[in-house]
Nanobody, 115 residues
Framework: QVQLVESGGGLVQAGGSLRLSCAASGSTFSINVMGWYRQAPGNEREFVAVINSAGTTNYAGSVKGRFTISRDNGKNTVYLQMNSLKPEDTAIYYC?????????WGQGTQVTVSS
């Protein structure tokens, strides 16, 4: 089992920055891929960014060039640095970790960007 605990969400003005953190615990030795999804009210949960244990990354087109995903394997922690935030980035952000064919999810953290 894997548990994911998120932090770093909050309220910022448009153009500002936030850094989200997600710390994994439990059977962390088996984690390969970690990533971030987000969900705005009335919308489906959408992919944001992903990173594997080797450091290979992938981003949604809407955040590419503004967001950066990284991880510290020793701390079992994944980060999402969000710059140049826009009101449309407002959503609940969820951390995820893949263990073989099983996905684990954090509880979500609210990011609100004011205009």
């Amino acid at each position: 089992q894997v548990q994911l605990v998120e932090s770093g969400g909050g309220l910022v003005q448009a153009g500002g920055s936030l850094r989200l953190s997600c710390a994994a615990s439990g059977s962390t030795f088996s984690i390969n891929v970690m990533g971030w999804y987000r969900q705005a009210p009335g919308n489906e949960r959408e992919f944001v960014a992903v990173i594997n244990s080797a450091g290979t990354t992938n981003y949604a087109g809407s955040v590419k060039g503004r967001f950066t995903i990284s991880r510290d394997n020793g701390k079992n922690t994944v980060y999402l640095q969000m710059n140049s935030l826009k009101p449309e980035d407002t959503a609940i952000y969820y951390c995820t970790a893949a263990v073989s064919y099983t996905n684990y999810w954090g509880q979500g953290t609210q990011v609100t960007v004011s205009s």
